[in-house]
């Protein structure tokens, strides 16, 4: 049960795009649609941002946005805004019948 | 309006015992997917285990034979009760409701803080 891989960090200027990847193999993201983000502020708790690789839960904002291609999933963030600065997590199922997060990303807005 | 309030955290010595609760509002919990995620002072996130609506568990190799998770369906409320902790184990433990294996944390308390130290 290996996590998922994740860049360190991202960072981008105010009205930017940004693009975090998540890597994982066959057995999570490359078998399963079942993959998840989340926005993790400091001192609070996740808050989920996309599931189902590309869908948006009821008042998430449309600059978030996610897909897939073979082992790698896609968050990315449009029209970047400083209340954006936060944690990224992704989350997949796994053929373990288990789920794994993602190493996480913070993200910086310069 | 779900909510999920996580209880029982503490500091515990290695070797020792503790239980989490997790009072559910708003939903019923063994309706739903139930899931412990924990998260280490300054680390990421660490999927810990899950129940099923149907009752079928799984644990993260991490915890597996060491922690057991459950649910009082009179109480709506979820545990996890864990065992032989280890230093380790030393993380804020969130509950968090599921709907589907594609929606799996959908709602998340706000966490318990437990510290496993001599």
């Known amino acids: 049960q290996s996590a998922l891989t994740q860049p360190a960090s991202v960072s981008g200027s105010p009205g930017q795009s940004i693009t975090i990847s998540c890597t994982g193999t066959?057995?999570?993201?490359?078998?399963?649609?079942?993959v998840s983000w989340y926005q993790q502020h400091p001192g609070k708790a996740p808050k989920l941002m996309i599931y189902?690789?590309?869908n948006r839960p009821s008042g998430v904002s449309n600059r978030f946005s996610g897909s897939k291609s073979g082992n790698t999933a896609s968050l990315t963030i449009s029209g970047l805004q400083a209340e954006d600065e936060a944690d990224y997590y992704c989350?997949?199922?796994?053929?373990?019948?288990?789920?794994?997060f993602g190493t996480g990303t913070k993200v910086t807005v310069l | 309006e779900v909510q999920l309030v996580e209880s029982g955290g503490g500091l515990i010595q290695p070797g020792g015992s503790l239980r989490l609760s997790c009072a559910a509002s708003?939903?019923?919990?063994?309706?739903?997917?139930m899931s412990w995620v924990r998260q280490a002072p300054g680390k990421g996130l660490e999927w810990v285990s899950v129940?099923?609506?149907?009752?079928?568990?799984y644990y993260a190799d991490s915890v597996k034979g060491r922690f057991t998770i459950s649910r009082d369906n009179s109480k709506n409320t979820l545990y996890l009760q864990m065992n032989s902790l280890r230093a380790e184990d030393t993380a804020v433990y969130y509950c968090a409701r599921g709907y589907s294996l594609v929606l799996p944390f959908d709602y998340w308390g706000q966490g318990t803080l437990v510290t496993v130290s001599s």
């Open positions: 129940i099923y609506s149907g009752g079928s568990t």
């Open positions: 066959s057995s999570d993201v490359g078998g399963y649609n079942y």
């Open positions: 708003g939903f019923t919990v063994s309706s739903n997917y």
């Open positions: 189902d690789v590309s």
């Open positions: 989350n997949s199922y796994t053929s373990s019948n288990t789920y794994v």
